[in-house]
C-alpha cells in the first residue's frame, strides 16, 4: 500500500513517512530543527534531518565505501551495483532503481510542476531546479572556486569552471581526436562533420534558399530582430 501526497503526488511506503513529507507543505510540525527550523512531524526524522547540518554519514556501501546518511540512501546506491531497477513506468515502461525517480519521471508524462518560485511563480518538476533558480533571485553563489575565488550558483557550474585551472578537456570527438571542456562544444564539433545545420536561420534562408546556414538560436534572433529593424 502506497501513501500519496496530495499536494504534490510523492508516495511513500510509510504513513510516518507521508507525516514528515507533509510538514514540507504545511511548515507546522512538533519537532523543529535548531539550526534550519525544518519542521518534523518525528523525532526520528528530526535526528535523521540533523545529519545533514552534522554531516554524519553512517551507513557505508560495502562495495566502493561510498557513505550515506540513511539506510533509504544506501539502499538505493546498491542498485547502482547491481543493475537492478525495480520501479516501472506504467507509460512507457522505463525503469529506475529507486521510487523518487520514478516519480520525477512520471511528471514527464503528466506535465505536473508541483514545485513553485514564491517570488515570481515559474514551477518545477524536481526541487532541485526550484532551489536553483531560488538563488536567480537572491544572488547565492555558495560554489567557490579555491583557486581564484570566483563564485557560482550551481556546482555543475564550478565543475566547467575549475578545468580552466586543470586543463581538463574529458569530451574528445572520436572522428579528429578534439577535445573540450563541454559536452557543448563537443557537439558543435560534430556538426562540422556530419554537415547538419540544426539551428536554420528563417532570414537567412530566404536570402539563400540553396545553402541553408546553420546559427545558434541567440544568433538567429539578432539577425532576424536586425533585419525587421530596418
Do not use: W
Amino acid at each position: 500500500m502506497a501513501f500519496e501526497c496530495t499536494q504534490c503526488g510523492k508516495s511513500f511506503k510509510q504513513a510516518s513517512r507521508l507525516a514528515d513529507h507533509m510538514c514540507i507543505h504545511t511548515r507546522k510540525g512538533p519537532f523543529t530543527c535548531g539550526v534550519c527550523e525544518k519542521p518534523f512531524a518525528t523525532k526520528n526524522a528530526l535526528i535523521m534531518h540533523m545529519r545533514v547540518h552534522t554531516g554524519e554519514k553512517p551507513c557505508t556501501c560495502e562495495i566502493c565505501d561510498k557513505p550515506f546518511t540513511k539506510t533509504s540512501g544506501l539502499s538505493s546506491h546498491m542498485r547502482t551495483h547491481t543493475g537492478e531497477t525495480p520501479y516501472t513506468c506504467g507509460v512507457c515502461e522505463k525503469s529506475f532503481n529507486d521510487n523518487s525517480s520514478l516519480t520525477q519521471h512520471m511528471r514527464i508524462h503528466t506535465g505536473e510542476t508541483p514545485f513553485t518560485c514564491e517570488v515570481c511563480d515559474k514551477s518545477f518538476k524536481v526541487k532541485s531546479r526550484l532551489t536553483l533558480h531560488m538563488r536567480m533571485h537572491t544572488g547565492e553563489k555558495p560554489f567557490t572556486c579555491e583557486v581564484c575565488k570566483k563564485s557560482f550558483s550551481a556546482n555543475s557550474n564550478l565543475t566547467q569552471h575549475m578545468r580552466i585551472h586543470t586543463g581538463e578537456r574529458p569530451f574528445n570527438c572520436e572522428v579528429c581526436d578534439k577535445s573540450f571542456t563541454q559536452t557543448s562544444g563537443l557537439v558543435k564539433r560534430m556538426l562540422v562533420h556530419t554537415g547538419e545545420t540544426p539551428f536554420t536561420c528563417e532570414v537567412m534562408t530566404r536570402l539563400s534558399p540553396s545553402q541553408p546556414i546553420a546559427v545558434s538560436p541567440r544568433i538567429c534572433v539578432f539577425i532576424r530582430e536586425k533585419t525587421i529593424s530596418e
